[in-house]
């Protein structure tokens, strides 16, 4: 038996879930609503304040989906209760991030500023020149949307500088030595 999956997620107080033909799942909450489909011959059943995921057999398929459709769906809970975010950090001199409106304008040493604009559902917050924070309720879309921002200018390994997530270490190779 899966681990993970065959603990119950806890549904808390204030989201409402709908469980539709074919494994369709729908959350909804004052943050926002939630819908994701679900293989077809995964057991979803909601009771009281729980959910619980079952597999019809042992198949190593249906063993690997079990946790993961556990997985995503305390992912959406937790999304609905409490959000998710990324922070990142902007390491280098002359390198600034800000808003303006729903965009973000990032000024990372090319020739000219990269705007990208904000996908549904998801928010950025620029507290200083150099941070940038994503907020979301998707967790999917909240780390993707992060990892794209890091794509634009990735940490460099001899100087460091680039965009990183706040805690990543980045490893800084040494450069040459004269002879």
């Keep these: 038996m899966s681990r993970i999956g065959k603990m119950p997620v806890k549904i808390p107080a204030g989201i409402e879930v709908k469980l539709e033909d074919a494994n369709k799942l729908t959350m909804k909450s004052k943050a926002g609503t939630l ?67 729903k965009k973000l304008v990032l000024n990372i040493g090319y020739s000219h500023p990269i705007e990208m604009e904000e996908p549904e559902g998801v928010t950025v917050e620029v507290p200083n020149p150099n941070k940038i924070i994503v907020k979301g309720i998707d967790k999917q879309v909240v ?22 997530y706040e805690n990543e270490v980045v490893r800084i190779k040494e450069g040459k030595t004269g002879a």
């Design 143 to 164: 780390g993707e949307f992060a990892a794209k921002i890091r794509s634009k200018r990735e940490p460099e390994v001899y100087k460091g500088k680039g965009i990183r």
């Design 35 to 101: 819908t994701k489909q679900f293989h077809k011959d995964m057991i979803i059943k909601v009771e009281n304040d729980t959910i619980k995921v079952e597999r019809p057999s042992d198949i190593k398929m249906y063993k690997a989906l079990h946790g993961l459709t556990r997985a995503l769906i305390n992912n959406m809970v937790i999304g609905l209760s409490q959000g998710f975010e990324k922070r990142l950090d902007i390491v280098g001199v002359g390198y600034r991030a800000q808003k303006q409106g």
